[in-house]
């Protein structure tokens, strides 16, 4: 059974930086897709990044510029640098991967951002 496992989230001030790391365990098949989403309170989960197994990147608009998602495939690790920080980027930060043949999705638990002044 595949196991995402997330961290870095906490507590930062407006401005600030933080970097999310996700460790994806527990497969020896190979992780294609691998992406970040994030849920504030009372919203939709929402897609913030993600990266194809070839390093392709896309972003969804607010953070442009300002986060930078990479992966290091020897360690099916994915991360997510995030500077800039903004009260709207509080919320949970969840990694998903899609892996094998079948693309067979994969989240994990999350890890809480909380941008403060």
């Known amino acids: 059974q595949v196991q995402l496992v997330e961290s870095g989230g906490g507590l930062v001030q407006v401005g600030g930086s933080l970097r999310l790391s996700c460790a994806a365990s527990?497969?020896?098949?190979?992780?294609?897709?691998m992406a970040w989403y994030r849920q504030a309170p009372g919203q939709q989960r929402d897609l913030v990044a993600q990266i194809s197994s070839a390093g392709t990147t896309d972003y969804e608009d607010s953070v442009k510029g300002r986060f930078t998602i990479s992966r290091d495939n020897a360690n099916n690790t994915v991360y997510l640098q995030m500077n800039s920080l903004k009260h709207e980027d509080t919320a949970i930060y969840y990694c998903k991967a899609n892996v094998g043949p079948l693309w067979k999705e994969y989240w994990g638990e999350g890890t809480l951002v909380t941008v403060s002044s």
């Open positions: 527990g497969t020896s098949s190979s992780i294609k897709r």
